[in-house]
């Protein structure tokens, strides 16, 4: 029904930048929130930045300052730019995007497939 499609991952040295960008398409009716989290192996996924229909953002207190979410609502896509990426920063990033979709009641979770970001000289 609702499909989101990641992109921009990849390899960068300390100090750099990425962009990643999310795609949400299929039966949107609308969506609430969307976001990014990410994982590193054997740790649980935790919250990176989210971004409410309302424009408030919310970030974790270790990307305050360097990351930065926005959303085009017309295309249904968030972005999380990226800068000053520390090894740290290293994991699966997945976008997440709370969605009602046509012909339905409730809001419901979707995720991405997940991409890579390795921060590393």
């Known amino acids: 029904q609702v499909q989101l499609v990641e992109s921009g991952g990849g390899l960068v040295q300390p100090g750099g930048s990425l962009r990643l960008s999310c795609a949400a398409s299929?039966?949107?009716?609308?969506?609430?929130?969307m976001g990014w989290y990410r994982q590193t192996p054997g740790k649980q996924r935790e919250l990176v930045a989210v971004?409410?229909?309302?424009?408030?953002?919310n970030y974790a207190t270790s990307v305050k300052g360097r990351f930065t979410i926005s959303r085009d609502n017309a295309k249904n896509t968030v972005y999380l730019q990226m800068n000053s990426l520390k090894p740290e920063d290293t994991a699966v990033y997945f976008c997440?995007?709370?969605?009602?979709?046509?012909?339905?009641?409730?809001?419901?979770?979707?995720w991405g497939q997940g991409t890579q970001v390795t921060v590393s000289s």
């Open positions: 299929g039966s949107i009716f609308s969506i609430n929130a």
């Open positions: 971004a409410t229909s309302g424009s408030s953002t």
């Open positions: 997440n995007a709370v969605v009602r979709v046509v012909q339905g009641e409730y809001f419901y979770n979707y």
